[in-house]
C-alpha cells in the first residue's frame, strides 16, 4: 500500500470516527447529514470503483450499519442499505452485523441512550420481526414516517447476511458432512440461543409473512408528512416514501419467506446430521419449524389462505399441502390403480389426490375440514406441482406422473362437488381444473 493511499485510508477511518461519535449528539442537524452522505460516497469509491482496494475496516461497516439502523433520512437509509449490499457481493461477507456472543440484550441497549449499537443481537433480530407485523399498519395512515421501511430495509440486510452466511455451509454438509461449520452458521447460533424462544420466532414469521401479503395502499394518494417530522423533510420525499413502500413490502414479506424457508433447510439437515450421530447433546433438540407452522394453520384458519397465498416457493409449499391433508385423511387401505397393488401412499400429491377421488374418503375428510380449504389447497398444491423443475413431472411413480396428476386434480374436485353439492366448485377449483384439461389436450399422449 503506497504511502498517499495509507493516508487516504488513515483519513476515511478518522471520518468513520466522526461518524460514529455524532450519534450522541442530534441527529437532525442538515451538516450532520451531509457529511454522512458524504461518508457513505467515499466509502464507495474508495473500495468499489477503486479495483486495487483493500477491504473497509470493521469501524467503517459499523458505521455504515448504524446509519442504517437509526436514520430518518430517506437517501441515507437508501444509500447506507445499497452500500451494504455492494461491499458484500464485491468483498463476501467480510464483516458481520450480527453479535451474537454479547450478554447484553435488547432492553438493556434501549436503557443506554447515549450508545447507538453498530451491530444486532438475537433479542434484538426477534424484535425486528416482530416490529414488522406492524408495518402495514404504519404505512397505511396518512401520517407517513420512515420508519416502516427503514424496519423493512434492516431486516432485509440482515436476512440477505443470514443466507449468504448458510448456504455454503449447508453445501458444505451436503458434498463433505462437515456439520461443525453448519452448526456454527448465524443462522443456528441464533435459533439455539436461550435468550429467545425458537417456537416465537417462527410463528412471528408466519404471522408477519401473512400480514406483508396482504398488504394495500388505498390511501397511498392521499399521504401528507406526519406532524413530527423535521420541517427539512419535503413532500417530495413523502411522495417517494410512499411510492418506495409497495416495493419494499413485497421484498420483505419475499425476506421473510426465505429466512422461514432458511430455517426449514437447516431443519433437515439437523436431522440428516442426527440420523447419522453426527450431533451431540450440545446441539439440542427443536421442534422442525414446518411442525410448529403446520400447528398454528390447523388452529388459525385466518391464517391458512394468506400463508399459502403468498407462499412461492413450489417445493415447500407442495410438501406442506401435503403434511397438512395427512393429518385429516383416515388410515385406510385403498387401493392405487398401480399394477403391484399396493396402499396408496399419502406422503404423496398423487397419493393425496387418489384419497381425493374416493368418495367415502372424501366425506370423512370433509368432516374436519370444510370444502373450500380442500379446494383452495388441492389448487395451490397443483400450482406448486406443474412449477416444479421438469424432473418431476416425468418421474417413473406412475401416481405422480404428469398425466395422472392431471387426471386425478379433475376426478378430485368433480368428488368433492357431488360430496358438497352447496359448495360447488369454487374460482380458484375451476382455474385448477381448466390448467389440468389444458395440460392434457396440449399432448395427446397425456391423455
Known sequence: MTMSTKRRYGGMEENTMAILDTYSFSKSSQHIADDRLSFLEAVRSGFLVNENAAAPTNKMYTAIFQILKVESSLDLMMSSYQLLLDLDKVLHYAWSPFSLGTDVTYSEKQEDNDKISGSVDVTEFHHLIEELSKVTDLANTKALTSEPLRTMLLFQYLVNVLEGDLVPRNLAFTENSDWVSLRESLLNMILVSRKISY???????????????QFSTKRSHDIRPAETVSTETTEKCHTALALALPKAVK???AAVQKLLLMITELDSSKKAADLKGWTTRADGTRTPAIEIIMDELTYDKNILFPFFQALDQPKLKLDMIIQYFKKYIPKTNVRTRRSNGGSTNDSTFGGILNSFSNENITKNILKKISSEVAQLLLAHAFQAYILLPSEHLTESNEDNSL?????NIISAFKCLEKTDKNTGILSFGKEALFTAAVMLSRNSSLI
Request: aromatic residues 4%; glycine residues 0%.
Open 199 to 213: 417456537k416465537e420466532l417462527v410463528k412471528d414469521c408466519l404471522f408477519t409473512m401473512c400480514e406483508l401479503s
Open 251 to 253: 421484498s420483505t414479506c
Open 403 to 407: 398425466p395422472n396428476i392431471c387426471n
